[in-house]
């Protein structure tokens, strides 16, 4: 998950156990990892999910997964925390981004939503966002609502404003809701072009390996399967600045140095095997 997670986690005093979600071998989910884990949860036990482009792999579940992962965690009476930081900025739709959030909700959870405006309006210096909460019962939100408070008055007391009215003033008008909804699919598609050109190039060239997952992941980070070895010298020799993880920022792509990456992936991959 997005490193500074556990950092929150153990400064809120929980305490924080992994699910196993990346699978390098097939660069993809381990759905059968994630749902054998889950089985072990206690009941109460709050599971963080990715709402759409899981940060740092790009890899989503998809409809059928999220069905399973629901209903194994309304089995363990387990407690959703979804994080949504890339609303419409993964598929370049609001609405299909949405789509586990609503299913979820839909199910009877009661859950919680961290949702941040940071990326998809463009506002990381305001990191304007807010935490959503859905009881059952209205008792139930009366009395959660009243815990929030007893929270939020010592630490921060009163939010900025400034961020929110900058939301508002778009959410809250038609046209430039409609403006935002255009330029945010047009930032989405252009990170998916991105995706299809460096995957096409690195299967042109014969780049030894597997590149579908290039294009089956999603969001602005790809996880490239580069080994730590690779990014060192993507970093050392070619000045291209991953993290060693093999995480990469795809918003750094253009068409005018694609091809230099692409020509550095492939002579990195062939030096080091």
């Known amino acids: 998950t997005w490193g500074n997670h556990l950092a929150i986690f153990t400064k809120a005093g929980l305490v924080n156990k992994t699910y196993p979600y990346w699978?390098?071998?097939?660069?993809?989910l381990d759905i059968d990892g994630m749902l054998a884990a889950l089985k072990t949860a206690q009941p109460g036990a709050l599971i963080l999910l990715h709402?759409?482009?899981?940060?740092?792999?790009?890899?989503?579940?998809?409809?059928?997964?999220?069905?399973?992962?629901?209903?194994?965690?309304?089995?363990?009476k387990l407690i959703p925390l979804m994080d949504s930081a890339y609303q419409g900025?993964?598929?370049?739709s609001l609405e299909k981004d949405a789509w586990?959030?609503?299913f979820f909700e839909s199910s009877g959870f009661e859950m919680f939503l961290c949702q941040s405006f940071a990326k998809n309006l463009g506002l990381y210096g305001e990191?304007?966002?807010?935490?959503?909460?859905?009881?059952?019962?209205?008792?139930?939100?009366e009395r959660v609502n009243s815990q929030l408070n007893l929270v939020i008055r010592p630490m921060y007391s009163s939010p900025p404003k400034h961020g929110a009215e900058l939301v508002v003033n778009i959410l809250g008008n038609p046209a430039r809701f409609e403006a935002w909804k255009q330029e945010l699919a047009d930032m989405a598609n252009r990170i998916l072009e991105v995706r299809s050109l460096l995957r096409k190039g690195l299967e042109a060239k014969g780049t030894p390996g597997t590149w579908n997952h290039v294009t089956d992941q999603i969001g602005m980070f790809s996880f490239t399967g580069l080994t730590e070895k690779q990014c060192e010298r993507m970093t050392k020799?070619?000045?291209?600045?991953?993290?060693?993880?093999?995480?990469?920022?795809?918003?750094?792509?253009?068409?005018g140095n694609i091809q230099y990456m692409i020509d550095c992936v492939d002579e990195t991959v062939r030096a080091l095997p």
């Open 100 to 102: 586990a959030i609503r």
């Open 127 to 141: 990191r304007i966002g807010m935490l959503h909460v859905v009881c059952n019962a209205a008792d139930v939100a």
């Open 23 to 28: 699978k390098a071998d097939t660069k993809s």
């Open 237 to 255: 020799e070619h000045h291209i600045y991953l993290l060693k993880s093999g995480r990469i920022s795809l918003a750094g792509l253009n068409k």
């Open 51 to 76: 709402a759409c482009a899981h940060n740092p792999t790009g890899v989503d579940p998809t409809e059928e997964q999220w069905k399973m992962i629901a209903d194994v965690m309304r089995e363990r």
């Open 89 to 92: 900025y993964a598929s370049g």
